[in-house]
């Protein structure tokens, strides 16, 4: 079955700098990456997502990249805002499955 | 348009007894995934429901089971609850005609003692 892996953990950047979270996938029939953005408290909330037929996709301050070959694929959130500080998870889906699986997650903390 | 709905939102509950969840999706979806969230495992896909039948299942044991409403709302219930299930439950909806976005619930938090 599908396995995503994410990196890193734990992530803590300067308020206005840019992070980076990066996640592999071993299934290459997984044709869809979406980004999910977790608060205290709350349940997963998608911000951003990338089918297989595509590279990049950009929404404002987050992007998303996508290599197939490598099969990895990355958030990048530029200008970071203190509301930025979350959960963040990747996933993949395989094929016309409803099934998600998840990254373990990376803790990101904007600091001021 | 409201969002996914869950209820309740936390549950203390013993070693042995059983309990169900309840999931709304939102309206015009008719596609229910559940979902565990633990420390320890992340978030881990139980079970998907699309028009009142079972249509993909995860790898948990047969002590979890749900159901789907014509009504497209799904219940979920853990029999003879263990220590370790004690977690965060999610339910996420979809049309579920092809890959598109899952919306999550709030969750319900589940504490087994």
């Known amino acids: 079955g599908e396995n995503v892996e994410q990196h890193p953990s734990t992530l803590s950047v300067q308020e206005g700098d840019s992070a980076v979270i990066k996640c592999t996938y071993s299934?290459?029939?997984?044709?869809?990456f979406p980004w999910y953005k977790q608060e205290l408290g709350k349940g997963p909330q998608l911000i951003i997502d990338?089918?297989?037929?595509?590279g990049e996709k950009k929404d404002q301050r987050i992007a998303v990249t996508l290599n197939k070959t490598a099969k990895h694929f990355s958030l990048h959130i530029t200008e970071t805002q203190p509301e930025d500080s979350a959960v963040y998870f990747c996933?993949?889906?395989?094929?016309?499955?409803?099934?998600?699986?998840f990254g373990q997650g990376t803790r990101l903390t904007i600091n001021p | 348009k409201a969002g996914v709905t869950q209820t309740p939102r936390y549950l203390i509950k013993t070693r042995g007894q059983q309990v169900t969840l309840s999931c709304s999706p939102i309206?015009?979806?008719?596609?229910v995934s559940w979902y565990q969230q633990t420390p320890g495992q992340g978030l881990q896909f139980l079970f998907e429901?699309?028009?009142?039948?079972?249509?993909n299942k995860g790898n948990f044991p047969g002590r979890f089971s749900g159901r789907q409403f014509s009504n497209s709302r799904s219940e979920m219930n853990v029999s003879t609850l263990e220590l370790g299930d004690s977690a965060l439950y999610l339910c996420?909806?979809?049309?579920?005609?092809?890959?598109?976005?899952?919306?999550f619930g709030p969750g319900t938090r589940l504490l087994v003692l």
């Open positions: 990338i089918r297989s037929n595509v």
């Open positions: 429901y699309f028009s009142e039948t079972q249509r």
């Open positions: 996933a993949a889906i395989q094929g016309g499955a409803q099934k998600l699986v």
């Open positions: 309206s015009g979806h008719r596609s």
């Open positions: 996420a909806s979809s049309l579920g005609t092809g890959q598109e976005t899952q919306y």
């Open positions: 299934d290459s029939a997984s044709n869809y």
